[in-house]
């Protein structure tokens, strides 16, 4: 076996250079989206997109090359007389009203803002860059998840298909060098080596998570939306990052009831709360199905924090119970128009305990932060 090879110095970027704009172009949407990504992570179009595949992203800090026009709309070429200096000011834009007031009207457009197509895969991609469950612990019963092929080693004996070329030049060029020849010129049957592989098998700990949702009367419009798009985030990121995790929804007003996803981001409820029943519930289905000593278990609740008085202190009580079996449990607390002083986050100041996590939503921009906060691990611990 012998060949011959041909070097090429011809700079072919050039015939490229579409491609490698396009390219740069995307990277910097990139950029800008993860920059962006507060604003983003609760646009309505996303989480109410029906799982399409592409979505359009606003992004308002990228621009598109474009001609910029003299405001002043003054004749002039560009070039000057060849008197001036460094640091002389040529001219200036004259300042101009934007809107009503003592400059009058504005005759001026609006700042324009970018619009990316980007699938929901490459979204999440960066939005669950840092994240992942924390506290995982290793259980009893690890469950297989994959099995893969990993070639592992060289040796002489093998398949044509699996031929590791590089190898085999390096063992022709020693050959021929031990035999005072220069180069390669032929290849032997000694020669040849070939790639062999082992199958590789991942484990992974069982996990489960409880979603539970307050659909009382009082969570209105903004408050049912901000929960949905933090769970709408929370179902994605566990099924992309985990193969093993089981995800439990959990709606309540007065009474809770376990629920199917589709009824978790569609239907909606009225009446009173009661956010006890929920913890209930919880700790019911953790005892009847899922043994801590087998798995690892999430609680997180998303409510207006408007409860019965009476409720509060049993909340804190079936809270703690939880704590004694799950790796976390958070609690989101999202302050809407109708906003009241007395809320269950006031009550669970009292819990002292670092598995409990308690935050507050007043806009769709604490969305990401929320997420960072419940599922923010060592850098070690993020699963790739």
Request: proline share 3%; with cysteine.
């Amino acid at each position: 076996m012998s060949g011959k090879y041909i070097i090429s110095r011809e700079d072919w970027s050039l015939h490229r250079k579409g491609e490698i704009d396009r390219q740069r172009h995307q990277e910097k949407v990139r950029e800008a989206i993860k920059k962006n990504l507060a604003d983003v992570v609760s646009e309505e179009s996303i989480i109410m997109s029906d799982g399409n595949k592409v979505i359009k992203v606003p992004i308002r800090s990228i621009e598109e090359y474009h001609f910029r026009y003299d405001r002043g709309k003054m004749k002039h070429a560009g070039q000057g007389d060849g008197k001036s200096k460094a640091g002389d000011v040529l001219g200036s834009d004259p300042q101009q009203g934007g809107g009503k007031g003592k400059g009058g009207a504005g005759e001026e457009p609006g700042v324009d803002y970018y619009e990316a197509d980007i699938t929901i895969d490459e979204l999440a991609e960066l939005i669950f860059e840092d994240l992942g469950l924390p506290n995982l612990e290793q259980k009893k019963k690890p469950e297989l998840v994959s099995e893969s092929v990993e070639f592992k080693d060289v040796r002489k004996m093998g398949i044509s298909s699996n031929i590791d070329r590089k190898r085999t030049i390096y063992e022709a060029i020693k050959r021929n060098a031990l035999q005072g020849k220069k180069g390669l010129s032929t290849i032997t049957r000694d020669d040849l080596r070939y790639k062999t592989w082992d199958v590789t098998f991942k484990y992974e700990s069982s996990a489960v998570v409880l979603a539970m949702m307050d659909t009382s009367g009082s969570m209105g419009p903004f408050e049912k939306y901000i929960a949905r798009s933090f769970f709408f985030w929370m179902v994605r990121f566990l099924r992309t990052k985990y193969q093993n995790v089981q995800i439990i929804f959990l709606a309540h007003h007065v009474e809770a009831r376990e629920t199917t996803e589709e009824e978790f981001f569609a239907k909606g409820a009225s009446g009173g709360t009661r956010c006890s029943s929920v913890y209930k519930l919880a700790l019911e289905i953790i005892e009847n199905r899922f043994p801590p000593q087998d798995y690892n278990i999430y609680a997180f609740h998303f409510s207006d924090g408007d409860n019965l008085a009476s409720d509060n202190e049993n909340c804190v009580k079936l809270v703690n119970e939880l704590l004694k079996v799950c790796n976390l449990v958070g609690y989101g607390e999202i302050e809407g128009p109708y906003y009241y002083t007395s809320t269950l986050r006031s009550a669970y100041k009292k819990i002292n305990n670092p598995r409990f996590v308690s935050i507050t939503i007043k806009d769709k921009k604490d969305v990401y932060p929320a997420l960072k906060k419940f599922f923010s691990v060592a850098p070690e611990q993020v699963r790739n």
